[in-house]
Each structure stands twice: as C-alpha cells, then as structure tokens.
C-alpha cells in the first residue's frame, strides 16, 4: 500500500489508533475519537478536519474489511 507524503501524518494518527476500536455485541463498531486531539498534536497534524475526515474514510475501510472476513 502506498500513502501519500501528505496523508503521512493522519496515516500515523490513524495507526495510534489501533488499540482504540470500541466493540459491541455484533463486534468492532468504530474507533474511540477522545484522544484523537493529543494524537493529532503528537504527530504534526496541521489542518485537523481534513485529517478527521481521511481517518474516517480508512475507519470505513478498515470496518468493511473486518466484517467481511468474519
């Protein structure tokens, strides 16, 4: 997979995410934003709302991709 040089630090951001997937009864629903302000800070990401949104679009895949192989 390539990323982009200038997705690199949201793509960081989104891999601190990792151990932040909430889950539920029908498994992983999506990931725990509340420290995404410190991890955004923590890795140099400068425009925080177009960062928001590239982890959602990987959150997506990533979700669809989980439920599939289940």
Not at 17 to 25: C, F, H, I, K, S
Not at 34 to 57: F, Q, S, Y
Request: net charge negative; proline share 4%.
């Amino acid at each position: 997979m390539e990323v982009w040089p200038c997705v690199w630090p949201t793509f960081q951001v989104f891999r601190s995410l990792a151990t932040q997937w909430r889950t539920g009864m029908s498994g992983v629903t999506g990931l725990d934003y509340n420290c995404l302000p410190w991890l955004m800070k923590l890795h140099g990401v400068e425009d925080e709302a177009t960062a928001l949104l590239d982890i959602r679009i990987m959150e997506s895949v990533a979700l669809t991709l989980i439920h599939h192989n289940q």
